[in-house]
């Protein structure tokens, strides 16, 4: 069984299986599929980061396993064409990701005496995240070549946004992205992991 | 801008994000889609106790 770490173009001195000039870089001889734990999962990003900074790459969603080679020329091959749009789409450029807590842990939904009365919360919810998004995401997404925004995605956060930019911009869109809000916590440079879907 | 890499970052795009491949030669995404959950869970009572 193979582990799959990435699909992207060929870099010299990485075990991969290629097929025409895409390459799928993989581990070999993986018992089993990986726990998603903490350690596991940093490996992961460590691996695809890696391989990020040699040259452009499509990471693979965590535990992604091939039962043999075959397998894998077959999915290169009969999803060349949309790997080759994605890596052109990512090539050069990195992620930056944004996340913005609520200031005062929200709108909350959590206990409300009737189903009505929280899905009211709910809603009210999603709608200052909305405003939130509007305000501090869009002016950043304009500055981006492709954006992905996220509402709510978690208890604590009002969005979550990913930024596909320039890798010679990238420090500069983090400082900017920082210092628009103090609400927001800005990651990165990610592999291209929220445009290879 | 460091590299500051927390749990949440990691699942949300590890787990949420990348090429997904689909059909007979998936062996293990199915059963992680199923962990996640507990997972994210466990990250939101880790939030919660900090």
Do not use: N
């Given at each position: 069984v193979i582990y799959v770490y990435a699909i992207g173009d060929p870099q010299p001195g990485v075990d991969a299986v290629c097929e025409g000039d895409l390459a799928a870089f993989v581990r070999r001889g993986v018992a089993r599929p990986p726990a998603p734990e903490h350690?596991?999962?940093?490996?992961?990003?460590?691996?695809?980061?890696?391989?990020?900074?040699?040259?452009?790459?499509?990471?693979?969603?965590?535990?992604?396993?091939?039962?043999?080679?075959?397998?894998?020329r077959e999915l290169l091959t009969e999803r060349g064409d949309q790997l080759r749009q994605q890596l052109d789409h990512v090539r050069g450029r990195v992620e930056i990701g944004v996340r913005a807590v609520w200031a005062?842990?929200?709108?909350?939904?959590?206990?409300?005496?009737?189903?009505?009365?929280?899905?009211?919360?709910?809603?009210?919810?999603?709608?200052?995240?909305?405003?939130?998004?509007?305000?501090?995401?869009?002016?950043?997404?304009g500055l981006a070549a492709d954006s992905v925004l996220t509402l709510c995605p978690h208890a604590d956060t009002a969005f979550s946004a990913a930024y596909l930019v320039e890798r010679a911009h990238a420090e500069?869109?983090?400082?900017?992205?920082?210092?628009?809000?103090?609400?927001?916590?800005?990651?990165?440079?990610?592999?291209?992991?929220?445009f290879s879907g | 801008v460091t590299r500051e890499v927390t749990l949440v970052d990691l699942l949300d795009r590890l787990l949420g994000g990348g090429v997904v491949i689909s059909g007979e030669i998936t062996l293990a995404v199915a059963d992680v889609d199923l962990v996640q959950v507990s997972l994210r869970a466990l990250v939101a009572s880790v939030d919660a106790v900090r």
């Amino acid at each position: 069984v193979i582990y799959v770490y990435a699909i992207g173009d060929p870099q010299p001195g990485v075990d991969a299986v290629c097929e025409g000039d895409l390459a799928a870089f993989v581990r070999r001889g993986v018992a089993r599929p990986p726990a998603p734990e903490h350690e596991a999962l940093a490996r992961h990003d460590r691996v695809v980061a890696s391989l990020a900074e040699r040259g452009a790459v499509l990471p693979m969603r965590f535990g992604s396993l091939v039962d043999g080679e075959r397998g894998l020329r077959e999915l290169l091959t009969e999803r060349g064409d949309q790997l080759r749009q994605q890596l052109d789409h990512v090539r050069g450029r990195v992620e930056i990701g944004v996340r913005a807590v609520w200031a005062d842990r929200g709108p909350c939904p959590s206990p409300a005496p009737t189903g009505r009365a929280f899905m009211q919360a709910k809603l009210d919810r999603h709608r200052a995240a909305q405003r939130k998004a509007d305000e501090l995401h869009e002016p950043l997404a304009g500055l981006a070549a492709d954006s992905v925004l996220t509402l709510c995605p978690h208890a604590d956060t009002a969005f979550s946004a990913a930024y596909l930019v320039e890798r010679a911009h990238a420090e500069s869109f983090a400082q900017r992205a920082s210092s628009s809000a103090d609400e927001l916590t800005v990651t990165g440079p990610w592999p291209p992991y929220s445009f290879s879907g | 801008v460091t590299r500051e890499v927390t749990l949440v970052d990691l699942l949300d795009r590890l787990l949420g994000g990348g090429v997904v491949i689909s059909g007979e030669i998936t062996l293990a995404v199915a059963d992680v889609d199923l962990v996640q959950v507990s997972l994210r869970a466990l990250v939101a009572s880790v939030d919660a106790v900090r």
